[in-house]
């Protein structure tokens, strides 16, 4: 080269540093809004805001302490070959001169420190959604002996509101709507196309019959409902998952017809109580939900 074009300026930019240790200890407030929020308040809207922000700010505070706090150096070194061990301490030194120009360091470390730490509780807290193991909204239900069907609008049924090749959502009076063991689909056949179990003969008065909502395959909602008007558009009634198609035969008691799930799709005994609503006979005979959850309620050697 004929021009060395090596150059280094250091900023002076105490309002830069107060400006950076300011953006951390936003992104610190915003991590830790990210922690509660997550114990207190299940909003995915708030949850998602308190984490970008938190992104945002660390984001910006890199890119203003790149800017106005790091010296900026334009360094020109010819080389033949890789680094000699003893040029260590020169690069040490090259190290060391990369702080010049910082008034406030111990400010900046410390909110830098709280920053890091906040937004990797932030990450880390999530970790606790996962695993199979999703605590008692789904091992214990609501329903228990004359616990009352009402729809969404907390109106109780009664056997007539229930017609034939219709699908309907039913939850447990009183109970708390967003629990998962709560929710039910309810269908009516004519009393001669259901074939249960015996011991099963008295779970659907009057042809009316009720399942969980939750597919025993991966804790999706059973939202579809295939009933045949006419030959041949198919052999039977079926409750389908649309996530991955599992579908169930209610003519039978929930019987696995097709798909990824791994056993039928639990049924709630019914009856009429004597106000003529109808209600849960008794809780379900077995546990409801993924079937991955009913492995880990059933440990190995025991019943199934």
């Known amino acids: 080269m004929t021009e060395d074009e090596s150059r280094r300026v250091v900023a002076e930019g105490r309002r830069a540093e107060a400006l950076v240790s300011a953006l951390l200890v936003l992104a610190s407030l915003c991590a830790a809004a990210f922690v509660v929020l997550y114990v207190v308040h299940d909003d995915t809207q708030l949850l998602g805001l308190a984490l970008g922000l938190t992104f945002a700010c660390l984001a910006v505070a890199a890119i203003v302490a790149g800017k106005r706090i790091v010296p900026q150096e334009t360094a020109v070194e010819e080389r033949d070959r890789l680094l000699r061990p003893q040029e260590v301490e020169e690069v040490d030194a090259i190290v060391?001169?990369?702080?010049e120009g910082i008034s406030r360091r111990k400010l900046l470390t410390s909110a830098a420190v709280a920053a890091g730490l906040s937004a990797g509780?932030?990450?880390v807290v999530p970790a606790a959604s996962l695993g199979p193991s999703i605590g008692d909204r789904v091992r214990e239900t609501p329903w228990s002996?004359?616990?009352?069907?009402v729809d969404r609008q907390g109106r109780r049924y009664r056997p007539d509101d229930i017609e034939i090749g219709t699908f309907y959502t039913a939850l447990a009076e009183g109970a708390?709507?967003?629990d998962l063991g709560s929710s039910l689909v309810v269908v009516r056949l004519p009393e001669e196309q259901i074939h249960l179990p015996a011991d099963r003969r008295t779970w659907a008065?009057?042809?009316i019959l009720a399942?969980?909502?939750i597919c025993p395959h991966a804790g999706c909602a059973i939202s579809l409902y295939r009933y045949p008007l006419y030959q041949p558009t198919s052999e039977r009634p079926a409750l389908t998952c649309p996530c991955h198609y599992s579908t169930f035969d209610p003519a039978t008691g929930g019987k696995l017809l097709?798909?990824?799930a791994g056993r039928a799709l639990p049924q709630l005994p019914l009856m009429v109580d004597r106000d003529g609503y109808l209600a849960a006979r008794r809780d379900f005979p077995e546990g409801i939900g993924p079937s991955w959850l009913r492995i880990e309620r059933n440990p190995p050697g025991e019943s199934q």
């Open 96 to 99: 060391r001169e990369g702080g």
């Open 121 to 123: 509780a932030a990450l």
């Open 145 to 149: 002996t004359g616990r009352r069907l």
């Open 176 to 178: 708390n709507p967003n």
């Open 205 to 207: 008065p009057q042809g």
């Open 211 to 213: 399942f969980s909502k």
């Open 258 to 260: 097709f798909g990824p």
